[in-house]
Structure formats: structure tokens, C-alpha cells
């Protein structure tokens, strides 16, 4: 489970970390507070873990020019991007052939446009082991000096530590890198506030889809949709979200095929059917995430970047309702410019 989230120099943060916890956490924040750069910086370092360098068009985000999400444009500054989990019993199974036990690990991810440089830090219960790139290869510099035969590009990747010398501490930092990535492979998702353009996609069935993923922008939420609509195994999910829905004031959705190698979808409301594209701005922003919320797998933690677009007092009311029900399974992390007055919410003030 997430339990911090970091960054500095990154688009106008200049630095900033908060805590979340189980649950349903909603970060509120006037405009221009920085929760859409902490939840973007956050989507950004999980597209790239297991990478050998920051991805900038990944299934998340796309960032034409790195230089774009650093603070000022300014390439001589040090972006960092950052991570605190709780260890839970998947990430230990990771953990445990390594010989290492942990309660807590926190990852942070450093680098400087103008000469290419990377640090990287891994704290352990504390205990922190700090590496960085050094002329052609790299250097440990906490808990000692150790020369490493390799630059450490890798973004939460144990081969982004690859010393000249066995290194105890080496062993440790890559089992936490190990355990890191591999356990939050498939169970981390990022909803980002462009999601209402989802509807603009061609939605051409030979796409390669990600597992358990709309998107960042909801591109894949026809599909998931058709998927859960058609397939007995999604039976349950298919009922949760034509239930969310009906709250709503939806009376039914379907889609799948409408021409060869081609799916769409379609809603009825007031008794008349009609595209999904017809639909208003709150239901374009709503169904992208009534549907992860339907396939995202136990265990999982979902971002979602302004949960109250395009919503009233008394929607936003009915979609916390609909949140914190599916955070008893999953972990939510939304942002919103109001505070809503349901109970039960871990509110994190900007």
C-alpha cells in the first residue's frame, strides 16, 4: 500500500510530500495547488519502473519534452520523484527469498537534464542506501563508497545496482528495487483529468490493451466495458457498475462490436438510447473510472486526478458514496477542489 507520495522541481512544485493511508484519500486544494503535479509525478514513476530510463509516452502520461515537467524549465535543476509503501504480505513474498525484512520502503528517483545525472535512494525501515551516476559508471555513496560497474539509469530496477564488489547492502537495496517493482506490477492505476476526451478515441479492437487499465485518459474503457458486459466471469463487475450507474440516473449501458475490428458503446437515460460520446461531461469523466474500479484486481491502489469534474455538491456526494465502498477492497487516492461532508474519508489538505 502507498503511503507517501514525493516531488520536487517538478512542473510548479517545488517541493512537496504527503501521506496517504488505506482506504478512500482524497487530496483537496484550490487550483493551482499542486495536486495534479504530485498525482502526475506519481503516474510518471510508475510508467517508468522497471525501465531504463524515464518513459515519457507511456500508458499513463506523455510528456513531449522531459524538460516540460521540470520546475521552471529549468534544466540544472534536480527533479526527484518518490515513493513510501507499506510492506504487505504480496510485497513480502518478493522479499522474503532475498532474506529481507521490512515494514516500510521509500524510493526516490532523482535526475538533472542538463548532464544526464541519477540518484536514486532506497530506504529500508529507515535505513537508507543512496547511489548515483559517476563519469561512465556509478557510485554508492550511503551507507559507504562502493563503486558500481554501471551508470544507475534503471528506474526501480535491482540492475540500476550493479557494483564491482559484493556489497551486503547491494543485496538489500536490490531485493527492496525487486520487491518494489514486481509488486506493484498490475496493481497500480492512474486516471488522469483529460479522461473526459476518452469518447474522441478510435477504438479499434487490435490495440494491444493493458492488463486491468483503462488508461490514463480512459482510451481503453469501451473495450473493458464490452469485456465486462460479455464475459460471465465479469458478471459481478457488469452488475456494480450498471448498479453505480442507476445512481446516476442511467438506466442501462452496453457495447461491443458495431462494424468489423470495431467496438462502441451506448447508454440509455430517460428511456432513450444513444452514444456514448453523447453523454454529458460528468458521465464522460465517471465511466472511465466506474469501470477500473470494476476490474482493478484486491489489493490495488487507483489515482484519480479530479474526481469532481464536472459534478455538483450532490454527485460528488454520490461518487464518495460509490468510493468508499470499492476502497474496502482497493486503495483510492483522488483529488478535488472541495472537501466533501461524508465521513470516513482521509482528507489531505494542499
Not at 502520461?61 to 518518490?82: A, E, F, P, Q, T
Not at 479522461?195 to 474503457?221: I, M, N
Request: with cysteine.
Amino acid at each position: 500500500m502507498i503511503r507517501k507520495i514525493c516531488a520536487s522541481n517538478f512542473k510548479a512544485i517545488g517541493e512537496k510530500c504527503i501521506e496517504v493511508g488505506r482506504g478512500l484519500n482524497l487530496v483537496v486544494g484550490p487550483p493551482a495547488s499542486g495536486k495534479s503535479s504530485l498525482m502526475e509525478s506519481l503516474a510518471f514513476l510508475m510508467q517508468s519502473k522497471g525501465e531504463d530510463w524515464l518513459i515519457t509516452e507511456g500508458n499513463f502520461l506523455v510528456i513531449h519534452d522531459l524538460r516540460d515537467v521540470i520546475n521552471g524549465m529549468d534544466g540544472s535543476k534536480i527533479m526527484g520523484i518518490g515513493i513510501g509503501v507499506d510492506v504487505d504480505d504480496f510485497m513480502r513474498s518478493f522479499l522474503e527469498p532475498s532474506g529481507v525484512m521490512a515494514r516500510t520502503i521509500e524510493y526516490e528517483y532523482k535526475y538533472r537534464h542538463s548532464d544526464g545525472w541519477v540518484s536514486q535512494t532506497v530506504k529500508i525501515d529507515g535505513e537508507e542506501i543512496t547511489f548515483e551516476k559517476d563519469g561512465d559508471g556509478g557510485m554508492m555513496t550511503r551507507p559507504r563508497p562502493l563503486r558500481l560497474c554501471t551508470p544507475p539509469a534503471y528506474v526501480m530496477h535491482e540492475d540500476a545496482l550493479m557494483p564491482c564488489e559484493n556489497s551486503s547492502e547491494v543485496g538489500r537495496a536490490q531485493a527492496a528495487l525487486f520487491a518494489l517493482r514486481q509488486s506493484l506490477r498490475d496493481r497500480f492505476f492512474f486516471l488522469g483529468e483529460n479522461r473526459v476526451a476518452w469518447w474522441k478515441r478510435t477504438f479499434e479492437t487490435t490495440v494491444d490493451l493493458p492488463t486491468h487499465s483503462v488508461g490514463g485518459d480512459g482510451q481503453y474503457t469501451v473495450h473493458f466495458l464490452s469485456m465486462i458486459l460479455t464475459k460471465p466471469e465479469y458478471s459481478e463487475g457488469a452488475q456494480a457498475i450498471k448498479a453505480m450507474l442507476s445512481r446516476l440516473g442511467v438506466d442501462d449501458v452496453t457495447a461491443g462490436f458495431v462494424e468489423p475490428n470495431r467496438v462502441s458503446g451506448y447508454l440509455s437515460m430517460k428511456g432513450r438510447w444513444g452514444p456514448l460520446y453523447h453523454a454529458g461531461l460528468a458521465i464522460r469523466s465517471l465511466l472511465p473510472l466506474l469501470v477500473q474500479l470494476a476490474i482493478s484486481p484486491r489489493g490495488s491502489t487507483v489515482v484519480v486526478d479530479g474526481v469532481d469534474i464536472g459534478l455538483n455538491e450532490e454527485w460528488l456526494e454520490m461518487i464518495i458514496d460509490i468510493l468508499l465502498r470499492a476502497s474496502k477492497d482497493i486503495q483510492i487516492i483522488a483529488t478535488s477542489r472541495y472537501a466533501p461532508k461524508s465521513s470516513g474519508v482521509n482528507l489531505v489538505t494542499l
